[in-house]
Nanobody, 123 residues
């Protein structure tokens, strides 16, 4: 059973940085997808960044060049480094993981989720 727990959210001014962490357990050693998602008030949840067991990375266009996803397999921790934050990045952020069946992770259906951590970008 895959379990996930996020931390690292908070409030930051525009242009600032935050690093989100997600402790992950129970995921397969090979053939997995992991991702960060966010949901802003009144909006649908959207995928932000993905990583698979090959190290393939994918990002939403809105965060390319500003956000970086990484996985420390020794510590079983997924990270999202967020730089140059904008008010539009304000949202609840969730990490998710799923055994990879086929295809790219950005097309996967994720069934294992963390509880979320809130990020607020405001002056």
């Amino acid at each position: 059973q895959i379990q996930l727990s996020e931390s690292g959210g908070g409030s930051v001014q525009p242009g600032g940085s935050l690093r989100l962490s997600c402790a992950v357990s129970g995921y397969p050693k090979y053939m997995y997808c992991m991702g960060w998602f966010r949901q802003a008030p009144g909006k649908e949840r959207e995928g932000v960044a993905y990583i698979d067991d090959y190290g393939t990375l994918n990002y939403a266009d809105s965060v390319k060049g500003r956000f970086t996803i990484s996985l420390d397999t020794a510590k079983n921790t997924l990270f999202l480094q967020m730089n140059s934050l904008e008010p539009e990045d304000t949202a609840m952020y969730y990490c998710a993981a799923e055994p990879r069946v086929r295809g790219a992770c950005y097309a996967a259906v994720f069934n294992n989720w963390g509880q979320g951590t809130r990020v607020t970008v405001s002056s």
